[in-house]
């Protein structure tokens, strides 16, 4: 092992989830490295995996601002790993719907407005990445409008019949909205 990474791997050790995103990341590059001449990797702003992501954010949208907690899921994959703002990992559809459930239910803010646009789509496979940046207009029971922003990442996955669902959906407000 070269003395750089041994370095960085002995002063990680002692840090589980660094070495564990470390080595997943290792794993993952090395998993989509072009074999032969098909490209991976390759960043659209149109056509059908565009589009397909574009229906998919579009659609969670929807059912997000209508507080459909089983229309919010039915766009994840039973494996989903859903990575919440200062919150666990949920792991699992089941998962995800009970606090998609438990947040619409206590949820007292009416949401206004609500938008999701893509920055970027890398396709690779059946697979995409894709991230862009949110805006909620809220209103609280007392009238108050408030605006909260954050970034999002989605890894998605192209199912059999064509269409897309969310394996990966991560988020980071832009500051502290308690």
Known sequence: ???????????MKNHPFTVAAFVLGVVVGFSF???GSEPYGVVVDEGPVYDGQKKL??????????????GCVKLY?????????ELPMEVGRDVVVAGYQEYFKSRTNKIIEMAEPISEVITFGNMAAFRGTGKNIEETPAGVRMT???????????????????????????????
């Open 1 to 11: 092992m070269p003395k750089v990474a041994f370095h960085l791997f002995t002063k």
């Open 148 to 178: 909260k922003t954050y970034k999002y990442m989605i890894l998605s996955e192209k199912r059999p019949a064509g269409s897309w669902q969310m394996k990966w959906d991560i988020y980071n407000y832009d500051a502290d909205y308690r």
């Open 77 to 85: 994959t039973d494996d989903t790993i859903y990575m919440q703002a």
């Open 57 to 70: 954010i579009d659609s969670f949208v929807k059912a997000f601002t209508a507080g459909d907690a089983e």
């Open 33 to 35: 490295v072009a074999t």
